[in-house]
């Protein structure tokens, strides 16, 4: 009678769970365009990595050792080492769910109070949780196993077992990432107040990440511009691959089932994994849950810190500026979302600059180093100032205190507005003395990129922080920290790829006819990038003043 009176309970909060996730969909502040961006932005990965797959496909399993092929162990080292890549990211997106699906649930306080068993909560949290993943797992499996079973041959066994994966890999990534939430939720207590150290280790990491996605591009390029990749993969590259490839588990286990090498051992070592694993992690989360629920109903910490006394006063313009750094600043969320992003920009613009001068050189012919430059500069400055759409937003409900203070609205205003372009202009000057110190641009021409990168930043933070006042969303959550900005970040994003591809798309066009047809001006690139970074400046800013006087008065909005 227990268990079934459980498995209603189940029943029923999965029920809740499904109703409230096809709710969202219709809710005021629902971000559709945010949505169809995702939906495209996915359609569009997955292509291009079946594409240039299968031709590493192509390349890396014709490559001989010792003189002779070995397609069957050159698919295994591949599969292991991509799906070892694929549970990783999975683990951390899964460390990501637990966070907000069970420990940080809104609907954690409401459920402590009822009668449900912590049994029934737990296993209903787990199974939405497997449901993300399983989503996950579909795509990414299906992208993998069909390029590489066109690519390759297959063993009977490699197309059921590609079903079998989808279901399995959620499981693997779950026993992992519940191993890991208890060092995890150790290492969030100890960073909670080390602001300083939180901010260097996660741009630390961005940095690192950016620079394995500018080798990978590296390698996209050599795929493209012919076979110059093959003669990497010599006998000594080999034996390294195969070294680091012997000791990946569980991708190991996975690789030996798809190639057929040894389907024993591959299904009895993941099995054991998965139920051991989720065994000794059961135990863990469960404690972990129970302790997180008793946090939500007994409060937030406050952090306890020495106070310090006022040197000297300071002008209302610069303590808003001041409040409104350490608000984003001692947020993790926001200052990995804005600072972290802001300083490795230069290093995005430098990589694929670097990657992408020497493409179109070999594929077009056409020198258009300061035009691809202009391109990079307004499409990953407007990606890295995406954030100030939550200029509004961020300050919750407290921003009702501002305006009852003695205070301008053009200093609030402009306060938000100064600190973001202070933050902008540091990362487009580290940008543009990184692409002349590289040699990929003259001096005079990374000046001219500065100044248009620059004008185009500031477009972008003040139609932003605009477009956020007259849409602001505020959060429900106790701390009133931003999770989602109903839409007003997706509305940049579209912006700013709009002004890159149609500037960047004239500028590219406008050279390539000036060097196909000898017309002598070239001079024009620096008067049209000019001319529209004049016009969309004056645009923005008028957007942001229009009315601005009488609608932050008449402020009412950031409704949940």
Known sequence: MKGEADFRVIAALLKKSGQERRSMFKEKNFDFLGFFLRLVLTAAIVVLFVVFFGRFCDVYLAVKTAGKPDPVTRGGELLTILYAIVILGMTVGCLGLFEKQIFKADDNRLYSALPIGANA?????????????????????LAINITYGLHAGVTGVFWPTTAALCFLLPLISIALASLAIGPYQLLKRFFKEQFVV????????????????????????????????????????????????????????IADILTGVDLLKGWLGLVLFVVVGLAIAIFMIRFILTRSLQERNEGTDYFRRKGKKVKAPKSTFYALMKREFLLIFRTPSYAFSYFSVALIMPLMVYFCMDIASSLVMDLVGIKCDLELALFLTMLFGALTNVFCGTNISRDGENFYVLKAMPVGYKEVMFSKVTLCAIVMELSQVASAVLLAASGLLAWYDALFVLAVGSAFGLVYICVATRYDFDHAHFSSEENGEIHESGGTMSVIVVLGMAISFVTGGLLFLLRILDQLRQLGVGYLTYILAAACASLAVAGALFYLLFRLRRKYYEFTGGGL
């Not at 050599?222 to 006998?235: E, I, V």
Request: glycine fraction near 8%; proline fraction near 1%.
């Open 121 to 141: 909560l737990f296993t209903a949290k787990l199974i939405s949780v497997y449901a993300g993943q399983f989503a996950v797992s579909t795509v990414i499996v």
């Open 198 to 253: 939180l901010f260097v280790v996660a741009t630390a990491l961005l940095g690192v990440f950016f620079w394995f996605y500018s080798i990978i591009l590296g390698a996209v390029k050599d795929l493209l511009l012919g076979d110059s990749l093959r003669y990497f993969f010599n006998d000594r590259v080999i034996g390294r691959i195969a070294t680091v490839a012997s000791l990946l588990y569980p991708g190991r286990w």
